[in-house]
């Protein structure tokens, strides 16, 4: 039995592309589709369109989590997400991350899988065709999605990227991992939302910054920031650009952490904190504020950087931004929050043990807010 796309036994989550139902174009970090079935059979067919990377796809079953490799091509490809699935398991003391042989039979009861997107959009967009099971297959509903609703705007370590490289803890990142090592699962971002029981849009991108023409992302030559991305469903010029329409999906809570790629090319908070660039950078990071503020009407903003090495003049920047804006009356449900290590933890990408830290305290800190914020 083929179930197509726009069943109603399936459920989405993520900023995803349903301009042809039929082929729903899965872009950002974190975005999942799932099923609930009975029977001992699942396979997905998928179309893969790979700007870079090692592209694989997250998979959750019965909650073992694990990943299949996807093809180079762009072809439509099957793939059994019971016999080609990597599992994954990670030691909860020391972070240690082993990858066991494929779940190779399920028993004929029930099962849930969650299919999701482990990259951000800069690596790949994933166009799903639909899952395939035994002709005797009896579908469930899967549990319904969360009342709270929460995104997450920022960098690579929002997404998780390289985050299973946990052999260097607080070191560089590996050379030439490809993305191998990247998983929007361990990010802070969905941990925090799976301890707040929270909807969770990963609405970040790896390199991004908050302006064009600064960061990483779509360099060298068209350099693409915060401030042109946001409001777009498809967002990387390789692989197709699309506007977004804000009015879809209403976070009540938004962690805006940016502020890190901005260092590139120029250090400019930290090399002339009064100079015109920082005060540029400052002036633009309130409109973008401001924008969210206006686009979700009385959402609760926090805003913050990651524990990944960086200048502490960028956290002052936000600190002077969030605190002018209270002055100015326009702060009531405006927070800046600063992890523990904050800024100088690892020189590398975020490992999941440290993804753990910072989700114990960010999490801690939003639940202090009170109940009233998610209304």
């Avoid at 490799?69 to 019971?82: A, K, M």
């Avoid at 962690?255 to 633009?284: F, H, L």
């Avoid at 990071?285 to 524990?307: D, H, M, P, S």
Wanted: proline content about 4%.
């Amino acid at each position: 039995m083929f179930i197509y796309p726009d069943n109603e036994a399936l459920q989405y989550s993520g900023r995803i592309d349903f301009d042809d139902k039929k082929a729903p174009v899965m872009i950002y970090a974190g975005s999942f589709v799932k099923i609930g079935f009975t029977g001992n059979t699942c396979k997905v067919r998928l179309a893969n369109k790979r700007n870079w990377a090692i592209d694989s796809m997250g998979v959750i079953i019965d909650g073992v989590q694990g990943k299949i490799i996807l093809t180079d091509d762009s072809d439509e490809h099957e793939y059994d997400l019971v016999g080609d699935l990597m599992a994954i398991e990670v030691d909860a003391e020391d972070g240690t991350l082993t990858l066991d042989a494929p779940i190779s039979v399920l028993d004929d009861g029930s099962h849930e899988v969650t299919l999701f997107k482990r990259m951000d959009g800069g690596a790949h967009y994933v166009t799903f065709l639909g899952f395939e099971f035994d002709d005797d297959v009896v579908l469930t509903q899967p549990i319904a999605l969360p009342d709270r609703r929460m995104e997450v705007i920022g960098d690579s370590v929002s997404c998780g990227e390289v985050s299973e490289a946990v052999h260097c803890l607080a070191m560089s990142d590996p050379e030439n991992n490809e993305g191998f090592f990247s998983n929007s699962w361990y990010s802070y971002s969905w941990q925090v939302a799976r301890r707040l029981k929270a909807e969770l849009h990963i609405t970040s991108q790896g390199g991004i910054s908050l302006f064009d023409k600064t960061g990483w992302f779509n360099g060298p030559d068209d350099l693409r920031g915060i401030e042109t991305c946001y409001d777009k469903l498809e967002y990387n010029p390789p692989l197709g650009e699309k506007p977004y329409d804000c009015s879809q999906w209403k976070p009540q809570v938004i962690v805006v952490a940016i502020g890190q790629n901005d260092a590139t090319p120029a250090d400019i908070m930290k090399d002339d904190y009064e100079g015109e660039a920082a005060k540029k950078w400052r002036a633009g990071y309130k409109r973008f504020i401001e924008r969210l503020q206006k686009l979700y009407n009385g959402v609760t903003i926090i805003c913050a950087t990651t524990v990944l090495m960086h200048d502490p003049n960028w956290d002052k920047a936000i600190d002077d931004v969030v605190n002018e804006m209270k002055k100015e009356g326009n702060g009531d449900r405006l927070h800046h929050f600063m992890y523990t290590r904050t800024g100088a933890a690892t020189p590398g990408h975020p490992r999941i043990p440290e993804h753990n830290e910072m989700a114990e305290e960010l999490s801690a800190f939003i639940e202090g807010l009170g109940e009233g914020i998610w209304n």
